[in-house]
């Protein structure tokens, strides 16, 4: 917000999580109610003159609806852009890439509230190949046969117990790697915004 004078709506706290329901605690909107409220949104801006939208995403499971409501808006002429921090940050330094509850997201807590982040609660990865032997859980929506990941959806918690995948310990997650990590990606953000701004937009 400092870097920038666009209009920065308000956060969504909920998402579609549906994966994940079995973990306590979790409210998921689903793909369809967080398409309609996206959309919604969108529309509201739209009919105020925004013509561009950047989707700055937290969550796995929200990236289909926020692809539908881009490929539908785009019809009219609106440009929307969606930014996947976790992921973001990989192609900006290798060192930082993780995994589902893992070292990457933990220091981001860290960095954000320290008193957010129970470092008891911290365990082993407890990936189990829910589906056999022949077909090994790879990662969080995937399983590898003969050497090639599958996307095979199904509930997170039958093969990790604590939601963990990935091969950052989250025991290594410090507090100043997630200050450097989220204003690397926040400096990242500002410039796309720049140079979105100059994209000349179709009439649809």
Known sequence: ??????????????GACDTLADFPGTVSLGQDVLYMVINKIVE???????????????H??????????????????VLCAQINWWLMVWDMNPAWKGGHGGAEETSAMLAIDPSLVDRSNIR????????GDELQTAGFKSV???????PVNRAVINFTGNGWIGPDHPSKATE??????????????ADFIEAFKRVELSKG
């Open 1 to 14: 917000e400092k870097q920038s004078d666009i209009l920065i709506a308000p956060p969504i706290p909920y």
């Open 44 to 58: 509201g801006l739209y009919n105020h003159g925004a013509r561009r939208f950047l989707f700055l995403n937290g």
């Open 60 to 77: 796995g499971g929200n990236i289909g609806a926020l692809d539908r409501v881009g490929a539908e808006w785009h019809k009219r002429g």
């Open 124 to 131: 082993e990865m407890e990936l189990k190949n829910d589906l």
């Open 144 to 150: 590898k046969y003969k050497g090639v990941e599958i």
């Open 176 to 189: 100043e790697w997630g200050r450097e990590m989220l204003q690397a990606a926040a400096d990242y953000v």
